[in-house]
């Protein structure tokens, strides 16, 4: 079994398959993450979570969730270093096909393919490797 992080919300919506949206205050979820700004760099005081609940809280309930994500590093490093390589392996290849007799739109173009191509490729990985695999999954431990 993965442990993982304990973390206290309030359970803001029930979802369909046994699932609630919880929230999360960042003062408990994030205030001591060395990632906290990545999470969102716009500085909402929150996060939602959508948690497995078998213990059937209701909204409006406070909850006790366990995170048991895998690597933070790992995550941040599908999620902002690959896709910033590929940018860059993109503007390089578009510099040197020049397709558009113009080198900078050239690079800016196959920038621009390979980041969308990236993030489909991290959407699919995502989809497979992690949206099914429960273990992956937060989940309610106890309604307080």
Do not use: W
């Not at 609630?20 to 994030?30: E, F, G, L, M, W």
């Not at 196959?110 to 699919?124: D, E």
């Amino acid at each position: 079994m993965i442990s993982g992080r304990i973390e206290e919300g309030v359970v803001t919506e029930l979802l369909n398959n046994n699932y609630a949206n919880v929230k999360i205050p960042k003062k408990t979820s994030c205030g001591l993450c060395d990632h906290k700004g990545f999470c969102n760099p716009f500085g909402k005081d929150h996060m939602v979570i959508a948690a497995d609940n078998k213990l059937k809280a209701i909204v409006g309930q406070k909850v006790r969730i366990e995170v048991r994500a895998a690597d933070e590093g790992k995550a941040i490093t599908i999620l902002y270093v690959i896709p910033l390589i590929a940018m860059f392996i993109g503007a390089l290849i578009g510099n040197a096909l020049n397709l558009f007799e113009n080198k900078d739109a050239s690079a800016a173009f196959f920038s621009f393919l390979f980041l969308v191509i990236t993030f489909l490729a991290i959407r699919y990985y995502s989809r497979t490797k992690y949206e099914k695999n429960i273990s992956y999954k937060p989940i309610i431990i106890e309604i307080l």
